[in-house]
């Protein structure tokens, strides 16, 4: 279990309400990353970050946002435009010196009340 | 963007019988192709993974091939066992100034004792 942690395990949020997801990691790794899973579609790419105080958008980053403050945080804040947040999110992270496989936290899983 | 296309969505195979799982993607520029297996109510973990400049690779009972030509990798698991029953992602990853990887929508394999 060492190494990636998220926080909370579970969080619900409230209608018109923005909820911030943690992610900590003590690998020393550059690159770091938010997934979505939601049931038989896999995991679809929200954000993601190679370095300090930069980051990218993925494939779904409408209604989220994120920040890059440390290289070990990556917390990713699931905004009220989100108008379907329900899901399991996962947060990662990999070395930056070659493309190499991704460590997994063991996730969020976020219900609307 | 990269799409990953993966099939079956479900296996179910008896124990001791083989297990093949098949991906496409569409973006040439994918240079690394990692497969994880998540169980239950676990987070996602590599079990094997094989570069572009490689067609074959194996580990034990875990296999993959991949055809950069057609554009499509596949995960062997011979003399399949219980423990092998679990949700299987395949995955392509690209440099895009960053590393980004991008997954299939998984296959969830069920080994029958």
Known sequence: DGGITQSP???????GQNVTLS?????????MYWYRQDPGQ???????????????KGDIAEGYSVSREKKESFPLTVTSAQKNPTAFYLCASSKMDTNEKLFFG???QLSVL | GENVEQHPSTLSVQEG????IKCTYSDSASNYFPWYKQELGKRP???IDIRSNVGEK?????????????KHFSLHITETQPEDSAVYF????????GFKTIFGAGTRLFVKA
């Open chain 2, 17 to 20: 019988d083989s297990a093949v």
């Open chain 1, 9 to 15: 395990k579970y969080l619900f949020r409230k209608e």
């Open chain 1, 23 to 31: 992610c900590e990691q003590n690998l020393n790794h550059d690159a």
């Open chain 2, 45 to 47: 973990q590599l079990i």
């Open chain 1, 106 to 108: 063991s996730g969020t």
């Open chain 2, 58 to 70: 194996k580990d034990q009972r875990i296999a993959v091939t991949l055809n950069k030509t057609a």
């Open chain 1, 42 to 56: 896999g995991l679809r790419l929200i954000y993601y970050s190679q370095i300090v105080n930069d980051f990218q």
């Open chain 2, 90 to 97: 395949c995955a392509a990853s690209m440099n895009t100034g």
